[in-house]
């Protein structure tokens, strides 16, 4: 506010918060600007690059992914590449608790059955929508960054006793490399012997050997990934054959890391016990006829939600600080937002 009252900045600002910029009047507003700000939703590829003219000079998106952006693109122009890492740790990592819990204790069945009037038809019986518990089972994380580390710190008094990882490269478990940090941050080296003792068992975390390993050991594999070339349908038929058939799969990354049609062949076919996702290959348009909601057979093994892994008012606020921030430093008005740091991604 200060900035624009002062004249130094001219802002054009899609004002529908409810609903993504509409493409043509972001191909016209970037026209000549400095900064551009985005939302998933936004693809910015060469022609928004080309509409936007050489006086670019930072592309903030106001999420922590950014498939949707030619990173390849604005490294050739030597264009800057913000994100909002971090300030939605917490958001998506109860969203994850969420999934997790809601897919293991068959909520999506439950739910419709009181929903469609069923219940007083449907006698209670022993193993009435019982499904397992999280005591002394094992958590493979697919990615291991700051949200899965936050989602481990969340499960431990949930009682899984064994938790695995996989990330790009293989990194032992260390609590003294930053790549650890959040769980440091958490508290993790005090928490641990205070649950061990609760529960009366160890608690390891570990680096799986690799996704075969990981899929054989897990009851609940957490996806939390970035998408690039070399994660598209990393989880795939071949993961599914190696599954436990208790195991449930649990993505709140990005959709295409799963391979959808391996995975309604896997629920079909009992290789897994369910599936909760808040990310689907080809969002945002899933409806009743989606082959996960389609066949009956499977649809109350799944739990669907329509992206919303970071929809709390305050992570939505942090990032959108944050994006705004990225911008500001950028452009050489870092003393209007002291104190606030700045996220840029290394291209
Ligand atoms: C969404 C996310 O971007 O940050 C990300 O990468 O996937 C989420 O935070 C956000 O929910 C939608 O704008």
Redesign the pocket.
């Known amino acids: 506010d200060e900035a624009k009252a002062a004249g130094a900045i001219d802002l054009k600002i899609w004002k529908d918060a409810e609903r993504p910029a509409d493409r043509d009047w972001l191909l016209r507003s970037v026209e000549g600007a400095d900064a551009v700000l985005v ?3 936004d693809k910015v590829d060469a022609e928004l690059l080309d509409r936007a003219g050489p006086s670019l000079k930072i592309v903030s998106c ?4 950014y498939d949707h952006v030619d990173t390849a693109e604005l490294k050739r122009r030597g264009i800057r590449l913000g994100h ?1 890492p971090d300030v ?1 740790n917490a958001a ?1 990592a109860d969203l994850v608790l969420l999934l997790i819990l809601s897919t293991t204790r068959l909520l999506p069945n439950a739910k419709r059955t009181v929903d469609e009037g069923r219940w007083p038809q449907t006698p209670w019986a022993p193993l009435s929508f019982a499904g397992p518990s999280l005591q002394g089972k094992t958590i493979g994380f697919v990615g291991f960054g700051a949200i899965a580390q936050s989602t481990l710190l969340r499960l431990l008094p949930l009682g899984p006793t064994r938790y695995i990882y996989l990330n790009s490269s293989p990194q032992p478990f260390d609590l003294d490399n930053p790549k650890f940090a959040a769980l440091k941050a958490g508290g993790l080296e005090r928490l641990l012997p205070a649950y061990e003792a609760v529960q009366g068992s160890r608690i390891s975390i570990e680096n799986a050997r690799d996704l075969e390993d990981l899929s054989r050991q897990s009851d609940v594999i957490v996806v939390l990934a970035s998408l690039n070339a070399k994660t598209k349908h990393l989880i795939d038929g071949r993961c599914f054959d190696h599954m436990k058939p208790t195991a449930h799969l649990v993505n709140a990354a990005r959709g295409p890391l799963v391979d959808t049609s391996a995975l309604v062949s896997a629920l079909q076919q009992g290789k897994m016990a369910g599936a909760g996702l808040d990310v689907l290959e080809g969002e945002p348009v899933i409806g009743a006829s989606h082959p996960l909601l389609s066949d009956e057979s499977i649809r109350d093994k799944v739990c669907l939600l329509p ?5 709390t008012l305050e992570a939505r606020r942090g ?1 959108s600080e944050l994006a705004a921030a990225n911008v500001l430093h950028q452009l050489g008005f870092a003393h209007l937002v002291e104190g606030r740091g700045s996220r840029l991604v290394q291209l």
């Open positions: 939302m998933m939703s106001m999420s922590v992914g909002t939605l998506v992206h919303m892994g970071s929809a990032m």
